[in-house]
């Protein structure tokens, strides 16, 4: 489990099926102290990032990973 200067704990990474793209299942808390988990995908090429989605479960979140990893 890696954690970025935000915050933000990236769970697991994985490539995607998508050609050219790495999707990563992160989590954070937030201010309030709930948990939010989230999807994230990464262009390899110039590193710009697209979040997918966020939820406050996880099961949720790791279903969408687990479409998006190969």
């Known amino acids: 489990m890696n954690k970025t200067a935000s ?3 990236i769970i ?3 490539d995607s099926t998508i ?3 790495r999707v990563s299942l992160t989590r954070k ?9 989230g999807v994230v ?3 390899t090429r ?7 989605g966020t939820f406050t479960e996880i099961t949720p979140a790791f279903k969408l990973y687990k479409s998006l990893a190969r």
């Open 29 to 37: 808390t937030n201010k309030a102290g709930e948990i939010r988990h």
């Open 41 to 43: 995908l990464t262009n």
């Open 12 to 14: 697991k990474e994985a």
């Open 7 to 9: 915050g933000l704990e």
């Open 46 to 52: 110039n590193g710009h990032h697209h979040r997918i």
């Open 19 to 21: 050609q050219g793209k």
